[in-house]
């Protein structure tokens, strides 16, 4: 009778975890890291390694948090959002291509820039360090649904047309497709702005979530997207499906602290993220010029 109670005991359990709610959970907290894993995608299939992601997105959340304060529109922040990424997308692009700075280098400044303008604006505008006041937001599960809607047609885009074609030839052999007529450094300038768009919109995701920017939140998600788009394999549906399984590990490990010490539970997505990514890395096809810069002849 009691082995029986505790085999009743141990199905509640599981029961009360995994739940409607863990995969309502997963697909919200997968979105933002599917966002930066396809934009890191893009930039990356055309030869420009973009690790300033995080920042981007922290920028992103910062900026919903600024429009939302001073127009009281949600939907003035998410645009608000994206353009402000696009615009970090388009200065790492900049450094990259015009000044030949090495990409690492140029993407750690942008997270090093970003964290520093955070604490600054947070202080004169709010006057706490890190931290805006709560503002109206959007429903997520809007952001939710156009992140599938982007991923499927990114798939298509990549994969399935001309213009995929020429994104995937500059980042593999530029030469041949600067000898072909394509503009390596402008085709390398729009998909590092793509990149930060969708980050943008990951950190607009991140300010909805709670309803205020507070310079944590990312919590380094931005370079577990940049795990994501390399176990996906550079692929949209990949990275979608990487994001996923983080998505799941990070809502499932918020259930389990009831049942197993806090501190071992919330860093167990970062430690799958490091044994996953150990796994595959040695099965990504990486690009061929990625990291490389391209000088006209």
Request: net charge positive.
């Amino acid at each position: 009778m009691e082995e029986a109670s505790e085999r009743m005991t141990t199905w509640e359990v599981l029961a009360s975890i995994f739940t409607i709610h863990l995969l309502l959970a997963t697909l919200r907290l997968a979105t933002p890291i599917a966002l930066i894993a396809l934009g890191e995608t893009y930039s990356e299939r055309t030869g420009i390694i973009n690790v300033g992601v995080e920042g981007t997105t922290v920028l992103g959340g910062l900026v919903a948090a600024l429009a939302a304060y001073f127009t009281g529109s949600p939907w003035i922040a998410l645009i608000a959002a994206i353009i402000s990424g696009g615009l970090a997308g388009g200065l790492h692009a900049l450094w990259c291509i015009l000044f030949r700075a090495n990409h690492v280098v140029s993407g750690i400044g942008i997270n090093i820039l970003v964290a520093g303008l955070a604490l600054f604006i947070t202080s004169s505008v709010w006057g706490w360090r890190g931290t805006s006041t709560y503002s109206d937001t959007l429903n997520n599960w809007y952001i939710v649904g156009a992140m599938f809607a982007i991923i499927l047609a990114s798939q298509i885009l990549i994969f399935r047309t001309r213009w995929g074609l020429r994104l995937r030839v500059v980042g593999e052999k530029p030469e041949a497709a600067d000898t072909a007529g394509i503009n390596v450094h402008r085709t390398r300038y729009l998909y590092t702005i793509v990149n930060g768009m969708l980050c943008g919109l990951a950190g607009a995701f991140f300010f909805n979530n709670v309803g205020r920017f507070t310079s944590g939140m990312v919590g380094g998600r931005g370079f577990i997207g940049i795990a994501a788009m390399v176990i996906g394999n550079y692929s949209p549906v990949g990275a979608l499906g990487a994001a996923l399984l983080f998505g799941f590990i990070d809502a499932l490990q918020m259930r389990l602290q009831s049942f197993i010490p806090s501190q071992f539970s919330i860093m167990l997505p970062y430690l799958i993220t490091v044994i996953v990514l150990a796994f595959f890395i040695k099965r990504a096809q990486v690009p061929a010029a990625l990291g490389k810069h391209y000088i006209k002849q």
